[in-house]
């Protein structure tokens, strides 16, 4: 499985990007996916997951309300709009693939397959 991030940038305080996430290299699914990211000194952490179909969404308390997460099944793509975008939202992102059955979400376990990630910075 090979999972291509893009859309990362540089943008002051209030902007807003457009992450995606290419999928490739597997069979059968869709599959659960998610977004998660990583700050310097940071702890990797959960921002937002999607199920197979597109039909249940989950999302942290740090950006609910300011991002939205989506997918296109026919282009294998993942999607996470972030709008206005905080200083505190400065870190790599990293598309997550495949969630392993009844685990959590925002748990860095949950996941087979990761990308190598886009990195967001936001600037006061």
């Known amino acids: 499985v090979q999972l291509v991030e893009s859309g990362g940038g540089s943008v002051q305080a209030g902007g807003s990007l457009r992450l995606s996430c290419a999928a490739s290299?597997?069979?059968?699914?869709?599959?659960?996916m998610a977004w998660f990211r990583q700050a310097p000194g940071k702890e990797r952490e959960g921002v937002a997951a999607?199920?197979?179909?597109?039909?249940?969404?989950n999302y942290a308390d740090s950006v609910k309300g300011r991002s939205t997460i989506s997918r296109d099944n026919a282009k294998n793509t993942l999607y996470l709009q972030m709008n206005s975008l905080k200083p505190e939202d400065t870190a790599m992102y990293y598309c997550?693939?495949?969630?392993?059955?009844?685990?959590?979400?925002?748990?860095?376990?949950?996941?087979?397959?990761w990308g190598q990630g886009t990195q967001v910075t936001v600037s006061s």
């Open positions: 997550a693939f495949q969630k392993k059955y009844g685990s959590s979400w925002s748990s860095t376990e949950a996941y087979n397959y």
């Open positions: 290299g597997y069979t059968y699914g869709p599959y659960s």
């Open positions: 999607i199920s197979p179909r597109g039909e249940s969404t």
